[in-house]
């Protein structure tokens, strides 16, 4: 069974705020959840299932369908980090597809900047069998994208140079982003002088740390026609999981080499095909990889894609992240999964800023990594059309 | 021995071999006697072939680094700790394992480096697996 066209976003929503210190981390999935229905033009009484992921509080969605009143027929607490919101989608549309729901209610949201929790995952890997064996070297977040970063460097060529491009073309964006956490330009000098963090990423390499969250609506076919907002329909979708392999892990590759061609063979597209895209940028590297395992490049080719303003809106040869992506905008609880979707879906109804939006935006794709470049995570990628 | 923090590893029933011979200053890691392959990290099966006939064996030690990062300050105990290395170590039976580079000027590190088991214990029986270049060991 194919899920292309049988489900639709029909709402998106992304909190306003990027500092929110005075309220918990349920209140602003509330918030980003009636901010999604009401893009819908509908409201929590029509949701018949709920999608949340380890940023949840408490008993995932148990927990939240009580504190947001909801009356469920189906929910799903899948969490792969911050691909997490994109297989949401996928799940969403599968259910809908076997008529276990209409309306299904995605939410993220985490208030990683007010509470000083700074770059990381939501911690649910206590007794993790691996634990022993990873977690006692210092090995932050970015020292793990470093030695991926590293790792395509020696074998690729790829230079520092190249990954600022991606920061600067980021940064081009959020210059036009009131809601931007960081609206100034950069420069790649600018990036290569910033501080470095774990050689050979500097401080500009990485994403923001930032409160705030974001909400998706995916409703049936039957609930999309009725509503007079434009919706997307999701075309194809692709899911993998890359893991260490008995130690036998190669850094220069992400899950998104099996991901992407599973979503593009459902969709009946090509990498060609697409218009805008938005790739998961916890950090630089993160972009360059996953670009060249979807396909829009050869591998370790990414370095030369990215330059000379390859994914600068609106004329680039893959607009991305037009919203500024993690690296300028917004990296909600360290998982900035749904703003992908979100930016995604504002290309499709051409209603991006007038300076990034890309002209007739068919098609656009969404991918997501979850977990950590260096070990285990989760790829996910949607792609999504214009309804007709 | 190198200055950099020990930690209080969770040992179990699949892994406590392992930790033991760190002790004695080995390297033991389970081999499938079905398939061969040397299993990283320890577990009670083989996660190739799927069987659980393994065999602790003791491994060379040697191996040559596969990525690092220079970690310019590190997080919670680590925060005073840097500059230090973060790598892969690609062992000569073949796994690739996550460990530190200690011994060794940061300039000096490389890609392709060979190095050598260093077991880095305190007083307290606390023991990582850590590595330094052959030519400094």
């Given at each position: 069974m194919s899920i292309r066209g049988r489900a639709f976003i029909a709402g998106a929503y992304e909190h306003p705020l990027r500092t929110i210190p005075n309220k918990t981390a349920q209140q602003v999935h509330g918030e980003v959840a009636a901010g999604a229905l009401a893009d819908a033009g509908l409201s929590f009484s029509d949701v018949d299932a709920y999608f949340c992921a380890g940023d949840a509080p408490g008993f995932g969605a148990l927990s939240m369908a009580e504190y947001l009143g909801l009356q469920l027929t189906h929910i799903d607490n899948t969490e792969t980090g911050g691909s997490s919101y994109l297989l949401h989608v996928q799940h969403a549309a599968e259910a809908i597809a076997a008529g276990h729901c209409h309306v299904a209610l995605i939410t993220l949201a985490g208030l990683p900047r007010s509470s000083g929790a700074g770059i990381g995952g939501a911690g649910r890997f206590g007794s993790a069998p691996e634990i022993s064996f990873e977690n006692f070297f210092g090995l932050s977040i970015v020292a793990g994208y470093a030695m991926a970063a590293r790792r395509h460097m020696y074998e690729f060529g790829t230079t520092s140079a190249q990954l600022a491009e991606i920061k600067v073309a980021a940064a081009s964006h959020a210059q036009h982003n009131p809601n931007a956490f960081l609206q100034n330009v950069v420069t790649v000098e600018e990036v290569l002088q910033s501080k470095m963090v774990a050689d050979p990423l500097h401080m500009l390499d990485c994403c923001v740390v930032t409160d705030g969250g974001g909400a998706l609506v995916v409703v049936s076919p039957e609930v999309a026609h009725k509503l007079s907002r434009q919706s997307v329909p999701v075309l194809g979708t692709g899911f993998a999981v890359k893991h260490v392999n008995n130690g036998r892990i190669d850094l220069t590759h992400t899950g998104a080499v099996v991901s992407g061609p599973r979503a593009f063979a459902e969709a009946g597209l090509t990498p060609s095909d697409i218009r805008y895209a938005s790739i998961y940028d916890s950090f630089t590297i993160t972009v360059l990889t996953t670009l060249e395992d979807l396909g829009f490049c050869e591998k370790g080719k990414g370095g030369e894609f990215v330059s000379n303003g390859g994914l600068q809106a609106p004329f680039g040869k893959l607009p991305f992240n037009?919203?500024?992506?993690?690296?300028?905008n917004n990296h909600p609880s360290n998982r900035g999964g749904i703003t992908k979707v979100i930016e995604a879906v504002r290309q499709l109804r051409n209603e991006a800023h007038p300076a990034v939006q890309v002209p007739n935006c068919q098609f656009a794709l969404a991918h997501g990594t979850g977990g950590n470049l260096a070990t285990r995570m989760g790829s996910a990628t949607l792609i999504l059309g214009q309804e007709v | 021995m190198s200055f950099l923090p020990l930690a209080d590893v969770e040992i179990n029933n699949e892994t406590q071999p392992f930790w033991d011979g760190l002790r004695n200053k080995t390297l033991l890691l389970p081999r499938c006697t079905s398939c061969t392959s040397v299993v990283w990290y320890p577990r009670a099966h083989c996660p190739v072939c799927f069987s659980t006939e393994l065999k602790w064996e003791e491994m060379s030690g040697r191996g040559t680094i596969y990525s690092y990062s220079i970690v310019a300050k590190g997080n919670g105990r680590w925060k005073e700790s840097g500059p230090y290395i973060v790598a892969y170590v690609e062992l000569a039976e073949g796994p690739r394992i996550l460990t530190n580079i200690v011994g060794v000027a940061p300039s000096e590190v490389h890609i392709d480096m060979p190095v050598t088991a260093v077991f880095d214990s305190g007083d307290d029986g606390r023991v990582l697996l850590r590595f330094t270049s052959v030519s400094a060991s």
């Open positions: 037009t919203d500024g992506g993690g690296l300028c | -």
